[in-house]
């Protein structure tokens, strides 16, 4: 009697989308990306996407801090662990934190290891441009695939002065079409563009040959990404770039609003809700 298992799973499970196939659906359809940074939110994000990212963004969404700068290393893999454990079709990209890759090639490369080693993500993104490009090609070189991120960099905050539209003035528009051809060049498989007026957009995405991933950059872009909490509504205050989907705020305090109410009231639990005894 054979001892030997086969597992057919083949037949059933969905190919996880890659970065090169996700880098080959440039100028075909357009590219869908959302955050996700939970496990259930990946589950019900992952029929819909061709990548989800666990973006740095989390300081806001998820721990209330006041920009990214403070998010850890330790912080990222944790949410790309649990983003990818509920995924199953969308290629997960997992944001570098702050201070984690901008010192040398070698050091992203040590922290982008450990993000691939223990969320499995299939790739990194990073922000920055021309200055970043040698720690693209690094990676790149050694087996990690990297999506750059140009334009409004949010990680820049402190030395960009607040989270304005880039690209407005004649020498900062060339400086980003600049980032764009130099992070391509360097083998990024697709490009984030933030907040960046549209003819530059346009423009990038024209001469680049990879994937363009809009935010705020106008639909000229390959593919868009939005943050999932300001999508579904649960924010208040949102840049102009937003369209909310949904306004889950609302709907949340409503359900939060009907059970204090019942609570108070002595209406829940109901019977149907109570254990019987046996
Ligand atoms: O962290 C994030 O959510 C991002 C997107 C805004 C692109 O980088």
Request: net charge neutral; charged share 20%; glycine share 8%.
């Amino acid at each position: 009697m054979s001892t030997t298992a086969t597992l057919n799973t083949a037949a059933t499970a969905p190919r996880r989308m890659t970065a090169p196939a996700f880098r080959a659906r440039k100028r075909a359809e357009p590219l869908v990306m959302l955050t996700a940074y939970t496990a259930r939110m990946a589950e019900l994000l992952d029929p819909h996407c061709d990548a989800l990212l666990v973006g740095d963004s989390l300081a806001q969404t998820i721990y209330g801090l006041p920009s990214t700068v403070p998010v850890t290393l330790d912080m990222m893999i944790a949410h790309g662990a649990a983003v990818v454990r509920e995924s199953r079709q969308a290629l997960v990209v997992v944001d570098m934190p702050f201070g984690s890759y901008e010192e040398s090639p070698e050091q992203a490369f040590r922290s982008a290891a450990r993000v691939m080693k223990e969320t499995g993500a299939g790739a990194i993104k990073l922000e920055g441009g021309q200055a970043m490009a040698p720690a693209i090609a690094y990676l790149a070189a050694r087996g990690i695939p990297v999506m750059a991120h140009i334009g409004l960099t949010p990680q820049a905050v402190n030395i960009l002065g607040g989270y304005g539209a880039r690209g407005r003035g004649e020498a900062e528009y060339a400086r980003i079409a600049a980032d764009a051809a130099a992070v391509a060049d360097a083998g990024a498989f697709s490009v984030v563009i933030e907040g960046v007026v549209e003819p530059l957009a346009q423009a990038i995405t024209q001469t680049i040959a990879c994937p363009t991933i809009g935010i705020g950059a106008s639909a000229q872009c390959d593919g868009q990404v939005l943050v999932v909490d300001d999508m579904l509504g649960m924010f208040e205050r949102t840049a102009r770039f937003v369209k909310r989907y949904d306004n889950l705020a609302e709907r949340i305090q409503t359900a939060a609003r009907g059970y204090a109410d019942e609570v108070r009231a002595r209406r829940f639990p109901e019977a149907q809700h109570l254990y019987g005894q046996t």
